[in-house]
């Protein structure tokens, strides 16, 4: 019996488990990243492009307060310029850009004192999933930038990336 059931189900449960990446993320950022790379690519775009992760698709408002915080950061003109392009069948995930870019420019400690304490707290373990989660990111970026211009070279692909491409995700 455990021949016959027990070490086949092991076995097939191995092979169809979801696949991981770099750092433990989901390889599906790979095809994602992949995408949305592009030569017209600007600095300015990459945290749009990573807070796009697989991981950080589960990520939902949980509260009118938090909803509200979210809002307000969103119409700045600086969280603004990182929205990416959007993909095809593809919505562009907001909550992950806003909370990278607030965290990047120094504002998320400035929100109101009289802010819910909760919504506070959901901030900040987004966050923690979202900087665990960048590093691994900028690898798989790197690489695939890497592998775009490989593929450029062979003549594989019309996306033209350069030095400036790749320097601007360092």
Known sequence: MLVTFVIPGLFYSEIFKESRDIGNVSSENRPLFN???S??????????????????AK??????DEL?????LK????????????????????????????????????QPENAVKSTEENIFTDLEVILRAVPSYLDIMIEECLKLVEDH????????ITAGNILGIL
């Open 153 to 160: 070279k062979k003549r594989q692909t019309h996306k033209k």
């Open 39 to 56: 030569e017209k690519m600007i600095g300015q775009k990459i945290p749009g492009i990573l807070a796009q992760g697989e991981e950080f």
């Open 35 to 37: 995408e949305m790379i």
């Open 59 to 64: 990520m939902k408002v949980r509260n009118k």
């Open 68 to 72: 509200q915080m979210l809002a307000n």
């Open 75 to 110: 119409n700045m003109p600086i969280i603004q310029a990182t929205v990416p392009e959007p993909i095809k069948g593809r919505d562009v995930f907001m909550k992950p850009i806003c909370i990278l870019m607030a965290y990047m420019c120094g504002m998320l400690q400035s």
